[in-house]
Nanobody, 115 residues
Framework: QVQLVESGGALVQPGGSLRLSCEASGLIFNIYKMAWYRQAPGKQREFVAAVSRGASTNYADSVKGRFTISRDNAKNTVYLQMIALKPEDTADYYC?????????WGQGTQVTVSS
């Protein structure tokens, strides 16, 4: 059974930093493209960042230069380092694992950016 478990969400002040983690189990982690998405209240889920199995990365324009995605294949974990957080970054953040026809999502972790 595939599981993706996110952690690290919290309440943080504007300008602060957080690191999200997503630990995967039940799959061959190093062949999967891993990504982070987010969904703010009342809005559609949107792409944040992705890292391929070859470790190439891409980002949404709204987070470029502030967020960094990385993966540790030895730990079956993908990370999202977030700095210079803004109130508009407030959302539930979801981890996704994708490999051709296989597509899995985590349950999400909440990030709130507020003073």
């Amino acid at each position: 059974q595939v599981q993706l478990v996110e952690s690290g969400g919290a309440l943080v002040q504007p300008g602060g930093s957080l690191r999200l983690s997503c630990e995967a189990s039940g799959l061959i982690f190093n062949i999967y493209k891993m990504a982070w998405y987010r969904q703010a209240p009342g809005k559609q889920r949107e792409f944040v960042a992705a890292v391929s199995r070859g470790a190439s990365t891409n980002y949404a324009d709204s987070v470029k230069g502030r967020f960094t995605i990385s993966r540790d294949n030895a730990k079956n974990t993908v990370y999202l380092q977030m700095i210079a957080l803004k109130p508009e970054d407030t959302a539930d953040y979801y981890c996704r694992a994708n490999y051709f026809g296989s597509d899995y999502w985590g349950q999400g972790t909440q990030v709130t950016v507020s003073s």
